[in-house]
């Protein structure tokens, strides 16, 4: 299968996404552009920074085509870290920053703490079993609309939720040799 899922490039670690669809197979399609989109199924929004992918994405009229992609039900979304920053309704205490904003979440981020760069944590998934869970400045869902299903939790706070064909991690599952999160992500999208 080709051309079908592609990763959002603008910045960020979408090249370790690339190559954990690469394992499944998939020859992902990096996205910079509008015309990129054209016959996507499935996009992944890498983590990294998510004031610089809202700024860029925003900039390259992404955020605009992106939305209405998903909104019209034709494009499914993974969000790892930044990513899943970017496509929440609400950022606390960021309101201005660029968002998609289809994920009915507030998120925060950095919630860990900003002396608690980095962590690893096994957790438990919905449906998956056991993962292990790369967390690296890391946000956490603090308020889900109903249509939001909580698939892990760490302690009491949900780290990986899904609206629809919207799925999103506050961990980094690209960063682990673990393929079920991104083959999961390609079931929910018709892949
Ligand atoms: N803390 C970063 C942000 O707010 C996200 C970090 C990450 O993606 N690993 O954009």
Redo the contacts with the bound molecule.
């Keep these: 299968m080709r051309g079908v899922v592609g990763v959002l490039a603008l910045q960020?670690d979408f090249r370790e996404h690339k190559e954990a669809l690469r394992r499944l197979g998939l020859e992902a399609r990096e996205v910079r552009k509008v015309g990129d989109l054209e016959g996507l199924k499935a996009l992944i929004i890498p983590?990294?920074?998510?004031?610089t992918i809202g700024k860029l994405a925003r900039e390259y009229g992404l955020e605009e085509a992106v939305r209405r992609r998903v909104e019209e039900g034709t494009l499914a979304l993974f969000g790892t870290?930044?990513g899943a920053?970017w496509m929440a309704r609400e950022i606390l205490g960021y309101p201005e920053q660029p968002r998609l904003g289809v994920l009915d979440a507030a998120v925060e981020?950095?919630a860990f703490g900003r002396q608690v760069e980095s962590f690893e944590e096994d957790l438990e998934v919905e449906g998956l079993g056991p993962f292990h869970g790369v967390f690296?400045?890391?946000?956490v869902f603090r308020r889900l609309g109903e249509g939001v299903e909580v698939l892990a939790r760490l302690g009491d706070l949900p780290v990986l939720v899904r609206q629809g064909k919207v799925l999103a991690s506050s961990f980094?599952p690209e960063l682990t040799e673990d393929p079920r999160l991104h083959r999961y992500f390609l079931e929910l999208a018709g892949v």
């Excluded at 983590?47 to 004031?51: A, Y």
């Excluded at 690296?136 to 946000?139: D, G, H, K, Q, V």
């Design positions: 960020g983590g990294g920074e998510s004031t870290c930044a920053i981020r950095n690296i400045r890391a946000p980094h």
